[in-house]
T-cell receptor, first 111, second 114 residues
Framework: KQEVTQIPAALSVPEGENLVLNCSFT??????LQWFRQDPGKGLTSLLL?????REQTSGRLNASLDKSSGRSTLYIAASQPGDSATYLC??????????FGKGTTLSVSS | DADVTQTPRNRITKTGKRIMLECSQT?????MYWYRQDPGLGLRLIYY???????NKGEISDGYSVSRQAQAKFSLSLESAIPNQTALYFC?????????????FGPGTRLTVL
């Protein structure tokens, strides 16, 4: 059974710092991997999707990498801002069906 | 206008009541999903549907049922609500062919069962 783990569970950084969020999964046979952002009590916003054949995807200050063989993905946030404060969720998609989620990393960026 | 909408956004009900949560999408996607989110447990899949005639159970389907009334509509029902069904419920959509099955989520329904 696929399991997705995100470390750390919470992270606090000062504004301007570059940071990395980690996601690991136990079964490397994935179709793709998605990173989401969730603000408190709100829905999920898709940030980046990496297909199984890709190594990384970039959007603005965000860069996500994927290493299927080691079962790892990272989300790199450059020059963090207070507006980046949210919970970040990693989810893997197997066989093109539903997502299996990690429990998230709650990020707090202080000004 | 939002691509994936959910109604109601908030609902408080009592144990034993029948509840229906509705999801509509204008993205033209063929696949739709229902997840629930609980503190400390993350999001878990309840049911999913790949087209109007297709319904599949997810990890935690007991106590729930669904109906896919049209390509754009997917409803989740709690036949007899119980307090441990208090959670945040999300609908999601995806399209395998055109969007690599990237999933897009609605704003969520906060359900409280007293």
């Amino acid at each position: 059974k696929q399991e997705v783990t995100q470390i750390p569970a919470a992270l606090s950084v000062p504004e301007g710092e570059n940071l990395v969020l980690n996601c690991s999964f136990t079964d490397s046979a994935i179709y793709n991997l998605q990173w989401f952002r969730q603000d408190p009590g709100k829905g999920l916003t898709s940030l980046l999707l990496i297909q199984s054949s890709q190594r990384e995807q970039t959007s603005g200050r965000l860069n996500a990498s994927l290493d299927k063989s080691s079962g790892r993905s990272t989300l790199y946030i450059a020059a963090s801002q207070p507006g980046d404060s949210a919970t970040y969720l990693c989810a893997v998609n197997q066989a093109g069906t539903a997502l299996i989620f990690g429990k998230g990393t709650t990020l707090s960026v202080s000004s | 206008d939002a691509d994936v909408t959910q109604t109601p956004r908030n609902r408080i009900t009592k144990t034993g009541k029948r509840i229906m949560l509705e999801c509509s999408q204008t993205k033209g996607h063929d696949r739709m999903y229902w997840y629930r989110q609980d503190p400390g447990l993350g999001l878990r899949l309840i049911y999913y549907s790949f087209d109007v005639k297709d319904i599949n159970k997810g990890e935690i389907s007991d106590g729930y049922s669904v109906s896919r009334q049209a390509q754009a509509k997917f409803s989740l029902s709690l036949e007899s609500a119980i307090p441990n069904q208090t959670a945040l419920y999300f609908c999601a959509t995806s399209d395998l062919v055109s969007a690599y099955n990237e999933q897009f989520f609605g704003p969520g329904t906060r359900l409280t069962v007293l």
